[in-house]
């Protein structure tokens, strides 16, 4: 077998358009592997890798894989497989290594916010892939392993079709029979709530084992807490820094994983562990809004970027949905009824609701499913993910394709600040705007997709114009009032005017 792999021979290669740089002679050289078998170990790992990668990336790769061989042959005691050293060791002989040739182990990582984090450099993130590609098949059932494939639990999931989870990871919970009972907990939560409200429970619970670590280490199970223990952690988690809707969800999680637990293990202690009053009252979160100035601004650059995902955002706006909503759009959802052009949405948080459509939302709409179909034929979906269109384009993708946006045009809100990217914003808007055209509250809530009038006194609070508009003839009548009640005062009231 020859010891080289061309990139012409990995399934994702495809001949470059006429003019462009052809990358098929390039390749990779396994006679810098110090053994026969690593060869053939890595000849299994790139192949496959090319089945899952785009070749910019295998190239991109390439230099890991160079320093790869230059750490293996450092090393006296040279491993003669992949799997003859266990992932810890091989973290541990690599650390020195890149500390020996001054290379940093952790790089800044710079999120779409803008903030900056550390985080583990690519070549140990590469080294951990590698390693992980030869580990034997787990044969358990899934629900005693410490990471679970959803897809393999067999079981119905509540998941958001524009976020992608597959797996839900406990391994930051280090106390093991405390692992055990939550994983149990979690196997019961999972068919009856959303998989994002799963991962903030085991979000909670990672949190809490991080405390049990450092204050309890003699705790191992939830059969060991007690009400002492868990006033504790309440002072704790009121002080630790974060916003009190925050403290709250933390309580409510961990409320309904330790009830669970209490139940399936009989701790019937851990049911009533937690009282209603221990959990902090919620701060109502500021209502915010675009104003006319910032949508303009914020517009005239969406609609320059890449028609399709200008098109979903402007429709999104339109529509005055929730982006999950907008994101999901199936393309039979126009339809005409008593000659005026309705949608048919489908609420990912709810049930399916119908509204007018204008001509002008009717044609963008329709726009779009043609330049979807124009690409890749019938889809479910309106907007479809570019690398697996059977699913719909996902919230992180054009999140980040509008704060980079954002960033490289240096776009300013009203008050000088950087723009931050809030997709429930348009909706704030759309809802704002409903009611400064004096609809009532039951049309409101119809055209936003609310089943309850409740949110409906959010929108009319923020709207100043219309506050203005239907208080004034009350307050010119107030004005008349207090001014005829001046009478007699009038040089008086003159020097104040």
Same mark, same amino acid.
């Given at each position: 077998m020859e010891d080289r792999i061309y990139y012409r021979e990995l399934k994702n290669y495809r001949s470059p358009p006429k003019g462009s740089k052809d990358m098929g002679h390039l390749y990779y050289d396994l006679t810098l592997l110090p053994s026969q078998k690593m060869r053939e170990e890595y000849r299994l790992f790139l192949t496959e890798r090319g089945q899952e990668k785009t070749i910019q990336t295998i190239d991109h790769d390439k230099s890991l894989y160079h320093h790869l061989c230059r750490f293996l042959i450092s090393q006296r005691k040279r491993p003669?497989?992949?799997?003859?050293? %266990?992932?810890?060791?091989?973290? @541990?002989?690599?650390?020195?290594?890149?500390?020996?040739? *001054?290379?940093?182990?952790?790089? *800044?990582?710079?999120?779409?916010?803008? +903030?900056?984090?550390?985080?583990?450099?690519?070549?140990?993130?590469?080294?951990?892939?590698?390693?992980?590609?030869?580990?034997?098949?787990?044969?358990?059932?899934?629900?005693?392993?410490?990471?679970?494939?959803?897809?393999?639990?067999?079981?119905?999931?509540?998941?958001?079709?524009?976020?992608n989870v597959k797996t839900i990871n406990f391994t930051g919970i280090s106390q093991k029979l405390l692992r055990e009972e939550i994983k149990a907990a979690i196997y019961w939560h999972i068919p009856y709530e959303s998989i994002g409200t799963v991962q903030g429970e085991i979000g909670g619970m990672r949190r809490? +084992?991080?405390?049990? @670590?450092?204050?309890?280490?003699?705790?191992?199970?939830?059969?060991?807490?007690?009400?002492?223990?868990?006033? %504790?952690?309440?002072?704790?988690?009121?002080?630790?820094?974060?916003?009190?809707? +925050?403290?709250?969800?933390?309580?409510?999680?961990?409320?309904?994983?330790?009830?669970?637990?209490?139940?399936?293990?009989?701790?019937?202690?851990?049911?009533?562990?937690?009282?209603?009053?221990?959990?902090?009252?919620?701060?109502?979160?500021?209502?915010k809004v675009y104003s006319d100035s910032e949508l303009k601004r914020l517009n005239a650059e969406i609609t320059k970027m890449d028609e399709q995902y200008a098109r979903c955002m402007i429709i999104h706006q339109m529509l005055g949905t929730r982006i999950s909503?907008?994101?999901?759009?199936?393309?039979?959802?126009?339809?005409?009824?008593?000659?005026?052009?309705?949608?048919?949405?489908?609420?990912?948080?709810?049930?399916?609701?119908?509204?007018?459509?204008?001509?002008?939302?009717?044609?963008?709409?329709?726009?779009?499913?043609?330049?979807?179909? +124009?690409?890749?034929g019938d889809t479910e979906y309106i907007f479809v993910n570019e690398k697996d269109i059977s699913r719909p384009l996902q919230y992180t993708t054009i999140k980040n394709k509008i704060l980079q946006m954002i960033r490289d045009q240096k776009l300013l809100d009203d008050e000088g600040k950087p723009f931050g990217f809030n997709s429930h914003m348009f909706r704030h808007y759309y809802g704002v705007k409903l009611t400064e055209l004096h609809l009532d509250d039951w049309t409101v809530a119809k055209l936003l997709g609310h089943k309850r009038l409740g949110n409906v006194k959010y929108y009319r609070k923020m709207s100043?114009?219309?506050?203005?508009?239907?208080?004034?003839?009350?307050?010119?009548?107030m004005s008349r009032i207090i001014l005829n009640n001046l009478e007699g005062w009038g040089d008086e009231y003159g020097q104040i005017r």
């Amino acid at each position: 077998m020859e010891d080289r792999i061309y990139y012409r021979e990995l399934k994702n290669y495809r001949s470059p358009p006429k003019g462009s740089k052809d990358m098929g002679h390039l390749y990779y050289d396994l006679t810098l592997l110090p053994s026969q078998k690593m060869r053939e170990e890595y000849r299994l790992f790139l192949t496959e890798r090319g089945q899952e990668k785009t070749i910019q990336t295998i190239d991109h790769d390439k230099s890991l894989y160079h320093h790869l061989c230059r750490f293996l042959i450092s090393q006296r005691k040279r491993p003669e497989s992949f799997l003859a050293w %266990d992932e810890e060791t091989w973290i @541990k002989n690599l650390r020195k290594w890149m500390l020996k040739n *001054e290379m940093p182990w952790y790089i *800044e990582k710079v999120s779409v916010y803008g +903030s900056v984090s550390q985080g583990e450099a690519r070549l140990p993130r590469y080294v951990r892939q590698l390693i992980r590609f030869f580990q034997p098949e787990d044969k358990r059932p899934e629900q005693e392993k410490d990471v679970w494939e959803l897809d393999r639990l067999g079981i119905p999931i509540k998941g958001n079709p524009i976020h992608n989870v597959k797996t839900i990871n406990f391994t930051g919970i280090s106390q093991k029979l405390l692992r055990e009972e939550i994983k149990a907990a979690i196997y019961w939560h999972i068919p009856y709530e959303s998989i994002g409200t799963v991962q903030g429970e085991i979000g909670g619970m990672r949190r809490f +084992s991080k405390y049990l @670590k450092k204050y309890h280490p003699k705790v191992e199970s939830c059969r060991d807490i007690n009400r002492e223990l868990m006033e %504790d952690y309440l002072v704790y988690n009121m002080t630790n820094g974060q916003t009190n809707k +925050s403290k709250a969800n933390n309580i409510y999680k961990l409320r309904s994983v330790l009830t669970t637990i209490g139940k399936i293990f009989e701790y019937p202690h851990l049911e009533s562990i937690i009282i209603q009053s221990d959990i902090p009252p919620e701060t109502q979160p500021k209502f915010k809004v675009y104003s006319d100035s910032e949508l303009k601004r914020l517009n005239a650059e969406i609609t320059k970027m890449d028609e399709q995902y200008a098109r979903c955002m402007i429709i999104h706006q339109m529509l005055g949905t929730r982006i999950s909503d907008t994101l999901t759009l199936r393309p039979d959802c126009l339809y005409q009824s008593g000659g005026q052009t309705m949608i048919r949405i489908q609420q990912v948080k709810t049930d399916v609701y119908t509204k007018p459509v204008s001509e002008e939302v009717a044609l963008l709409i329709q726009k779009a499913i043609e330049y979807t179909k +124009s690409r890749h034929g019938d889809t479910e979906y309106i907007f479809v993910n570019e690398k697996d269109i059977s699913r719909p384009l996902q919230y992180t993708t054009i999140k980040n394709k509008i704060l980079q946006m954002i960033r490289d045009q240096k776009l300013l809100d009203d008050e000088g600040k950087p723009f931050g990217f809030n997709s429930h914003m348009f909706r704030h808007y759309y809802g704002v705007k409903l009611t400064e055209l004096h609809l009532d509250d039951w049309t409101v809530a119809k055209l936003l997709g609310h089943k309850r009038l409740g949110n409906v006194k959010y929108y009319r609070k923020m709207s100043n114009q219309i506050l203005a508009d239907e208080t004034r003839k009350a307050r010119e009548e107030m004005s008349r009032i207090i001014l005829n009640n001046l009478e007699g005062w009038g040089d008086e009231y003159g020097q104040i005017r």
